[in-house]
T-cell receptor, first 113, second 109 residues
């Protein structure tokens, strides 16, 4: 079956702009979680959605938001981009995170200039 | 102190060696994940454990819930095993994972 698809793969944005990233989970998976990976902080949890409801949110400012649609596809949005938002953004899909296997997308590499 | 600690941070091995990566955690968990990340960013799930031991090919993962410790073993290591190995824990119905900093493994031919 098809894996987790993240789009776009690469993105360059200017400070102050906003960006929307997309994640299509594996068919049948209702849990989608988002993570930020930077060289300094490693992998950090952003938020998790299950059946269109945000179940948990990490320690990130309100500029980071997300949503999940009825087909389980998820989007995350970052407004008023800062240089420090440059990172690899990964999403993972699962039947029931964290108690079932997590399948990760290839990530979106965001560069803010 | 991080909630998930991995050791070692870096590991260089010769092809064929037996490798052990350790993960200790300080929070209550319902599951522990071992992940592999190759250069370029893609993450692959190796194991999801809640107790005991699992084996897949040359990889073995164990967890001791009482001691809050897990190990990932690689037998007969190969250069293609070179990657960053990440331990992540999750608790109950909270759908988030807490990650270790990763162990960078390099296997020399």
């Amino acid at each position: 079956k098809a894996g987790v698809t993240q789009t776009p793969r690469y993105l360059i944005k200017t400070r102050g702009q906003q960006v929307t990233l997309s994640c299509s989970p594996i068919s049948g998976h209702r849990s989608v979680s988002w993570y930020q990976q930077t060289p300094g902080q490693g992998l950090q949890f952003l938020f998790e959605y299950f059946s269109e409801t945000q179940r948990n949110k990490g320690n990130f400012p309100g500029r980071f938001s997300g949503r999940q649609f009825s087909n389980s596809r998820s989007e995350m949005n970052v407004s008023t981009l800062e240089l420090g938002d440059s990172a690899l953004y990964l999403c993972a899909s699962s039947l029931a995170m964290p108690n079932t296997e997590a399948f990760f997308g290839q990530g979106t590499r965001l560069t803010v200039v | 102190k991080n909630e998930v600690e991995q050791s070692p941070q870096n590991l260089t091995a010769q092809e064929g060696e037996f490798i052990t990566i350790n993960c200790s955690y300080s929070v209550g968990i319902s599951a522990l994940h071992w992940l592999q990340q190759h250069p370029g960013g893609g993450i692959v799930s190796l194991f999801m454990l809640s107790s005991g031991k699992k084996k897949h090919g040359r990889l073995i993962a164990t967890i001791n819930i009482q001691e809050k410790h897990s190990s990932l073993h690689i037998t007969a290591s190969h250069p293609r095993d070179s990657a960053v190995y990440i331990c992540a824990v999750g608790g109950g119905s909270q759908g988030n994972l807490i990650f270790g900093k990763g162990t960078k493994l390099s296997v020399k031919p």
